[in-house]
T-cell receptor, first 116, second 113 residues
Framework: NAGVTQTPKFRILKIGQSMTLQCAQD?????MYWYRQDPGMGLKLIYY???????DKGEVPNGYNVSRSTTEDFPLRLELAAPSQTSVYFC???????????????FGEGSRLTVL | AQSVTQLDSQVPVFEEAPVELRCNYS??????LFWYVQYPNQGLQLLLK??????LVKGINGFEAEFNKSQTSFHLRKPSVHISDTAEYFC???????????FGDGTTLTVKP
């Protein structure tokens, strides 16, 4: 299994440009998440989804949008990039329901975004 | 709502010394507790977790943690660290069948020769 796959790994954007960070998981997990990690600030939740067609805001959603048309994919869109969005972005997923649920998050390797 | 406080932002330690990384949490309901490790330029991976039962849980790479309900703590320990343990460590709480997990700000463990 590939687990959680994020693309691209690195990207440089100019202020005002738009882009989409891709995230795919092959574990049939219902829950998926986008976090950003800034130095010394831990992980902040941007958006999350509890299943296809259902998304909700996290702590820091401003400047981002998400969609969840399939169980496998959860792309994150930046519409008008700003220097404050320079960060490392992590996608994660977890299973839900039943005794097999442990609440453990499975993370991708991250996408490092720089906005200049 | 839940919150997580990692009491030390940086912990320097010499190789083969013991280490403890401290984590306190707050929650009005029962939670699951986790420690994740992040090696440089990598994603997070699970180190260990507490779901129920024995309050002492063992994880990968010789780490263990003890759940203390009265003190709402979940401190991570290792009796003898290696250079390869140098990494960022995150404490987290989660609710079963609930959407969000809450992470602490992380503790940077630096193991020196």
């Amino acid at each position: 299994n590939a687990g959680v796959t994020q693309t691209p790994k690195f990207r440089i954007l100019k202020i005002g440009q738009s882009m989409t960070l891709q995230c795919a998981q092959d574990m049939n997990h219902n829950y998926m998440y986008w976090y950003r990690q800034d130095p010394g600030m831990g992980l902040k939740l941007i958006y999350y989804s509890v299943g296809a067609g259902i998304t909700d805001k996290g702590e820091v959603p401003n400047g981002y949008n998400v969609s969840r048309s399939t169980t496998e994919d959860f792309p994150l869109r930046l519409e008008l990039a700003a220097p404050s969005q320079t960060s490392v972005y992590f996608c994660a997923s977890r299973s839900t329901g039943g005794e097999a649920t442990t609440g453990e998050l499975f993370f991708g390797e991250g996408s490092r975004l720089t906005v200049l | 709502a839940q919150s997580v406080t990692q009491l030390d932002s940086q912990v320097p330690v010499f190789e083969e010394a013991p280490v403890e990384l401290r984590c306190n949490y707050s929650s009005s309901v029962s939670v699951y507790l986790f420690w994740y490790v992040q090696y440089p330029n990598q994603g997070l991976q699970l180190l260990l977790k507490y779901l129920s039962g024995s309050t002492l849980v063992k994880g990968i790479n010789g780490f263990e943690a003890e759940f203390n309900k009265s003190q709402t703590s979940f401190h991570l320990r290792k009796p003898s660290v290696h250079i390869s343990d140098t990494a960022e460590y995150f404490c987290a709480v989660g609710l079963i069948n609930a959407g969000k997990s809450t992470f602490g700000d992380g503790t940077t463990l630096t193991v020196k020769p």
